[in-house]
């Protein structure tokens, strides 16, 4: 997908504002002008932010289910993704949580000069992540799976739908957890590259667990 083609999936799918957009532009020249500073992104993905950033992360919405009021809590943000790009294309709820001082005081920066009231960030690990009950819980290049179910378990529970970006090996990485956890599990693919995708969950309980009650 070229930057080109990134910015109409975007509209095509969203219909963005003006103000969506000049939210989502202002993001990626605040990503780029950081990278002098500090490691956000892969440095070979800078000239494609659109695409592998930004549509990267937009695409976990055409998957997710609508706001039911509870948060859409993002781990390990880094540096916003796919947090930032889903508070700027919806108005729900939605928690970052981030335990690297620098990229905290980065994603608390963005969210103040973005204007983004819907958005919010957990300073902390996530395994301490105080436990409330997620509508959506996004990760990306966070953890494996294992590690990933672990430490976020508290913050789901039956209805929580779980959006996990990978890559060529999600399906493998699946196969892999089935012993150990149960759920809802299923894989799509991604729209930006072949070698993605998206493993997709729900009901995950630790094997030999009653689901609905994690
Ligand atoms: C490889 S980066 C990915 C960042 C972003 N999600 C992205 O796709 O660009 C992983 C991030 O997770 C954070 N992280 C790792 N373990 C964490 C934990 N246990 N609790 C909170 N954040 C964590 C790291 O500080 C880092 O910013």
């Given amino acids: 997908m070229t930057e080109e083609e990134a910015r109409a999936w975007l509209q095509a799918q969203f219909e963005v504002s003006r103000e969506t957009w000049d939210q989502l532009e202002r993001y990626v020249a605040i990503l780029s002008s950081a990278m002098d500073e500090q490691n956000l992104i892969a440095e070979s993905t800078r000239p494609h932010i659109w695409a592998r950033h930004i549509v990267d992360s937009a695409q976990l919405l055409t998957i997710a289910p609508n706001d039911d009021g509870r948060d859409w809590i993002d781990l390990g943000s880094g540096a916003g993704l796919p947090g930032i790009v889903i508070a700027c294309l919806v108005d729900r709820p939605l928690m970052m949580v981030e335990s690297r ?21 957990f300073g902390g690990r996530v395994e301490s992540t105080p436990a409330t009950k997620a509508a959506v819980i996004s990760a990306r290049a966070y953890a494996p799976l294992p590690k990933l179910l672990a430490s976020a378990l508290h913050l789901s529970d039956k209805n929580t739908v779980w959006v996990l970006p990978k890559g060529r090996n999600a399906q493998n990485e699946l196969e892999a957890v089935r012993p150990t956890w149960q759920g809802a599990f299923h894989v799509e693919p991604s729209v930006t590259d072949a070698d993605s995708a998206i493993i997709v969950a729900r009901s995950v309980t630790p094997a030999g667990k009653k689901k609905g009650r994690p």
Avoid: H, P, Q, T
């Fill in 101 to 121: 001082r620098k990229r905290i005081d980065f994603l608390n920066g963005v969210i103040a000069d973005l204007g983004l009231g819907n958005a919010r960030v």
